[in-house]
């Protein structure tokens, strides 16, 4: 079962715009994490937010983390055609590393 | 470092046949974790596997197995394959037992015929 929900399903936009999707999950929760993933190839890892952090940025992306709601945003500034692609957040709340992933998020930038 | 390795790509087999699929963890990692991706189902565990020991197990059945050798390289084994088995599967390595950044090689692409 997945732990949690993204939102938009599919998001389309302009290059240069922003684009922003959220997860929401289910259970308490050590760390988020946020892939990228082309075309159905592996998984690309973008960043790790810990439940102890509330924003973490990397380079042209913003991610955030409120544990009381249990949801997290990720928000792609200036966005290229380049970062068409299916964003997923996983969280990781056993010990290990055992992820349970949203349903993804699909990202169409038009130049 | 190299990133984590997955072989072969690409595999079709038949009905009722068994598969073996393979990672490579990067260099140092002791975690290695399979995972299942299908249109109707997403992205779902099978299984994790830290110095040797398999230490969290997904919702599948026993037809799916795994283990991890000495080197901490990962094999997965699905036996008498079903037309549902057909999907990409995906080897994450990790340095540590949790809390930490997951990387994720190419995948596997198995079809069922």
């Known amino acids: 079962s997945q732990q949690g929900e993204e939102d938009p399903q599919a998001l389309s936009i302009q290059e240069g715009e922003n684009a922003t999707m959220n997860c929401s999950y289910k259970t308490s929760i050590n760390n988020l994490q946020w892939y990228r993933q082309n075309s159905g190839r592996g998984l690309v890892h973008l960043i790790l937010?810990?439940?102890?952090?509330r924003e973490k940025h990397s380079g042209r992306l913003r991610v955030t983390l409120d544990t009381s709601k249990k949801s997290s945003s990720l928000l792609i500034t200036a966005s290229r055609a380049a970062d068409t692609a299916s964003y997923f957040c996983a969280t990781d709340a056993l010990a290990g590393n055992k992820l349970t992933f949203g349903g993804g998020t699909r990202v169409l930038v038009k130049p | 470092k190299a990133g984590v390795t997955q072989t072969p790509r690409y595999l079709i087999k038949t009905r009722g046949q068994q598969v073996t699929l393979s990672c490579s963890p990067i260099?140092?990692?002791?975690?290695v974790s399979w995972y299942q991706q299908t249109p109707g189902q997403g992205l779902q565990f099978l299984f994790e596997?830290?110095?040797?020991?398999?230490?969290n197990k997904g919702n599948f059945p026993g037809r799916f197995s795994g283990r991890q050798f000495s080197n901490s390289r990962s094999e997965m084994n699905v036996s008498t394959l079903e037309l549902g088995d057909s999907a990409l599967y995906l080897c994450?390595?990790?340095?540590?037992?949790?809390?930490?950044?997951?990387?994720f090689g190419q995948g596997t692409r198995l079809t069922v015929v």
């Open positions: 596997y830290f110095s040797e020991t398999q230490r």
């Open positions: 260099s140092g990692h002791r975690s």
């Open positions: 994450a390595s990790a340095p540590l037992g949790g809390n930490t950044e997951a990387f």
């Open positions: 937010i810990r439940s102890n952090e």
